[in-house]
């Protein structure tokens, strides 16, 4: 437990020093959301530190992140670092530009046409690349398949009713937990529950083990990928698949034709169930987005306190603060994709279970 | 300036109305310590839904300003 809080501290004094350094890069003035939006947004390039940040001997280390391109028919891919080294880069017989994380298709000289609002209304290309929150996602792909593959491989070499060891410790009563206590309990067939187990059981860990990569505060975290709405609606959509093609005759009866009620009611309640198809999933995709991302900000608001009073007297505040928001959102992490999973088992219990 | 009103009163209702939750449910609980997992389970169902009828309200604040 102190080792653990030790590094807990560790991992936020190194996490805040490198914001730190990051934050002064740009000079004067410091403008807080500024920093915030771009820390929770996306990027092309994964940055790891700052050395000697706003002086000349400025030297910050990044990981460049494949850019992947479809442009006119053609495939281009090239590293990140390109734009550093060269600011404007040919895409067949047309040029692209990097502007604030975003590519463009410009001409030969690289101008960019903003409209009266200062957005650039110049065309993109269609964008592939692996940027940091697929990286993260991909990081987070090879943890669960190391974690699951050595408790499989637990399971295939002592046999699935042996006492559990090591990983499996970790694994068995968070899959226990999510079959006994959260399917079983909302699908009430046996068999049907057991259906949706896999789905159900991806689902929970997918957004756990993302939600706490983006709470890790240096490299290789602190990305905002369970925090894009993108993210979330991939999710929310095949949920709203899988609850709509299993459900039941039943369900679509009582959805469709409300039977039982009387009609000038159901002139009301029909168009209210349709929409309830969707908002729904709807639902789903903005409460893992806005808890996540709400995380993420306030998080950064706490450290920028210090560069917006412009003093380290600050910092206690700052510290404190922030340690109590990591720890709230170290359960907001497991909450959330608790309450995700618990939502969509929910409703594919309604849509599959026989009437009573 | 329209948006951080409608946020206020947003979590006025979305406060109130998960307060209420959370105050039935461990009263409930407080009754019957046995069916406190039940509870619990319904409990986050009610919250969650709560949430997101004022995420919505959030968004369309969003949207309108």
């Known amino acids: ?356 | 300036m329209s948006t951080a009103l409608g946020l206020g009163v947003i979590i006025l209702g979305l406060g109130l109305g998960i307060g209420l939750i959370g105050k039935g449910a461990m009263e409930a609980m407080g009754r019957q310590p046995e069916m406190s997992s039940k509870i619990q389970t319904a409990m986050i169902i009610a919250a969650a839904l709560i949430e997101g009828a004022a995420l919505f309200a959030i968004v369309v604040s969003w949207l309108i300003s």
């Open chain 1, 1 to 356: 437990m102190r080792l653990f809080i030790c590094l807990f501290v560790l991992f936020f004094a190194v996490g805040g020093r490198a914001v730190a350094e990051e934050l002064t890069e740009h000079g004067e003035e410091f403008n807080a959301t500024e920093m915030i939006m771009h820390h929770i947004g996306d990027s092309h390039e994964w940055h790891i530190i700052s050395f000697n940040a706003g002086a000349e001997n400025e030297f910050s280390v990044t990981m460049p992140l494949p850019v992947i391109l479809w442009h006119n028919n053609g495939l281009h891919v090239f590293m990140s670092s390109k734009f550093h080294n060269e600011k404007i880069i040919a895409l067949g017989d047309d040029y692209a530009v990097l502007e604030h994380g975003h590519i463009y298709i410009t001409d030969a000289s690289g101008t960019l046409v903003h409209d009266e609002n200062g957005a650039v209304t110049n065309a993109s290309p269609l964008d592939f690349s692996i940027t940091r929150n697929v990286a993260s996602m991909l990081l987070g792909f090879a943890i669960l398949l190391l974690l699951f593959g050595t408790a499989a491989n637990g399971y295939a070499k002592r046999g699935g009713l042996s006492v559990p060891k090591g990983i499996q410790l970790l694994v068995e009563p968070a899959v226990l937990f999510i079959r006994d206590d959260i399917v079983r309990e909302q699908i009430h067939s046996k068999r049907k529950a057991d259906f949706f187990m896999p789905y159900l059981l991806t689902l929970f860990f997918f957004i756990l083990i993302n939600n706490l990569i983006g709470l890790v505060p240096f490299f290789p975290g602190a990305s905002n990928l369970s925090g894009n709405i993108s993210f979330t609606l991939t999710l929310a959509v095949i949920s709203f698949l899988t609850i709509n093609i299993f459900a039941s005759k039943n369900y679509w009866k009582h959805t469709f034709l409300a039977p039982g009620i009387p009609l000038p009611i159901k002139i009301f309640i029909v168009p209210v169930e349709i929409i309830g198809l969707f908002t729904k999933p709807f639902a789903l995709m903005l409460r893992l987005f806005a808890n996540i991302t709400a995380g993420h900000i306030i998080i950064l608001s706490l450290t920028s306190i210090v560069f917006v009073l412009g003093t380290v007297a600050a910092s206690p505040l700052t510290i404190i603060l922030s340690l109590m928001m990591y720890c709230l959102e170290f359960l907001v992490a497991f909450l959330q994709a608790y309450i995700f999973t618990l939502l969509t088992t929910l409703f594919i219990g309604i849509a599959v279970n026989d009437a009573h």
